[in-house]
């Protein structure tokens, strides 16, 4: 079973609108999260890290955690064509090795 | 554009044959990872370091997989006999702390086995 699991498996926006992305955990020892980003034929990039309940916001992205429901959410708004790519949950415990555990994630396509 | 590079971008091998990849990290991350990335974009960890010694690896890395990162040198991760179910994107990322780290990926080396 995975322990990082996303949803939607795909999702498709207008230009300009407002994309929304899930990631639900099954440990409670994950206490950092992070989105990452992959566009076609290159590696993730990290878009921001979350470690705190509530909020956190850089630019047109904003993350939520909920720690009790291990629930992080990832919101674009204003969604460019550039923004289309694959993009990633990734979470990891205390301690340990600074393993992260990747979900299987989620494909956005802004439609111009 | 990644500050950790990764060669070759493009790997081909037959069953059997070794499979040789390499890594630079970004300057001052001593801390790397090795993950495999397969058709269903599964991430798989394979096995990290920090400086020249190994933190943690899975299984898979201590029978056919060898990784290693010399002081001075490209990181690297050699499969000794390849199998077909071994094609995947083979990714290197790199860290400036083990704990509550954000790791900075190489673009990876696709490794296809005929």
């Known amino acids: 079973q995975q322990k990082v699991q996303q949803s939607p498996e795909s999702l498709s926006v207008p230009e300009g609108g407002m994309a929304s992305l899930n990631c639900t955990s099954s440990?409670?020892?994950?206490?950092y999260f992070w989105w990452y980003r992959q566009h076609s034929g290159e590696g993730p990039k990290a878009l921001m890290s979350i470690f705190s309940d509530g909020d956190k916001k850089e630019g047109r992205f904003t993350a939520h955690l909920n720690k009790a429901s291990l629930h992080v959410s990832l919101h674009i708004r204003d969604s460019q064509p550039s923004d289309s790519a694959l993009y990633f949950c990734?979470?990891?415990?205390?301690?340990?090795?600074?393993?992260?555990?990747f979900g299987l994630g989620t494909t956005l396509q802004v439609q111009p | 554009n990644s500050k950790v590079i990764q060669t070759p971008r493009y790997l081909v091998k037959g069953q059997g044959q070794k499979a040789k990849m390499r890594c630079i990290p970004e300057?001052?991350?001593?801390?790397v990872f090795w993950y495999q990335q397969n058709k269903n974009n599964e991430f798989k960890f394979l096995i990290n370091?920090?400086?020249?010694?190994?933190?943690?690896q899975i299984d898979m890395t201590e029978k056919r997989f060898s990784a290693e990162c010399p002081s001075n040198s490209p990181c690297s991760l050699e499969i000794q006999s390849s199998e077909a179910g071994d094609s995947a994107l083979y990714l290197c990322?790199?860290?400036?702390?083990?704990?509550?780290?954000?790791?900075?990926f190489g673009a990876g080396t696709r490794l296809s086995v005929l």
């Open positions: 370091f920090q400086n020249q010694e190994v933190l943690q």
């Open positions: 440990d409670r020892n994950f206490q």
């Open positions: 990734a979470a990891s415990g205390t301690g340990n090795t600074g393993k992260l555990i």
């Open positions: 990322a790199s860290s400036p702390q083990v704990s509550q780290n954000t790791l900075y």
């Open positions: 300057k001052g991350h001593p801390v």
